[in-house]
Nanobody, 123 residues
């Protein structure tokens, strides 16, 4: 299984970005798709999660501003980010797991598969 993120960049506070994550060689029928981030000097944290039962979960710090989605045909996960703040600056990672739920994937458990990360900088 490979995950490749794209869409990161630099944006001013209040702006928007959409991150994409293409998933290849994923042969499971069920899925958890998640987005995590890691700021310098901080631990990686799960911020948005979605599972094949249609459940979503968000960290409080991004709730109402970020939206996760997954196109099962394109095998692509998206993170739409709006009203970005300087504290959103971090390396963003997508993650996948065949058996985790959205609830578990927001920091309770560690997903099995990871992308390489894409940098988001908000000034």
């Amino acid at each position: 299984v490979q995950l490749v993120e794209s869409g990161g960049g630099s944006v001013q506070a209040g702006g928007s970005l959409r991150l994409s994550c293409v998933v290849t060689d994923y042969r499971y029928s069920s899925y958890y798709m998640g987005w995590w981030r890691q700021a310098p000097g901080q631990e990686r944290e799960g911020i948005a999660a979605l599972d094949s039962e249609g459940r979503t979960k968000y960290r409080d710090s991004v709730k109402g501003r970020f939206t996760i989605s997954y196109d099962n045909v394109k095998r692509t996960s998206y993170l739409q980010m709006t009203n970005l703040k300087p504290e959103d600056t971090a390396m963003y990672y997508c993650a996948a797991d065949p058996w985790m739920t959205a609830e578990q994937g927001l920091g309770v458990l560690t997903p099995r598969y990871w992308g390489q990360g894409t940098q988001v900088t908000v000034s």
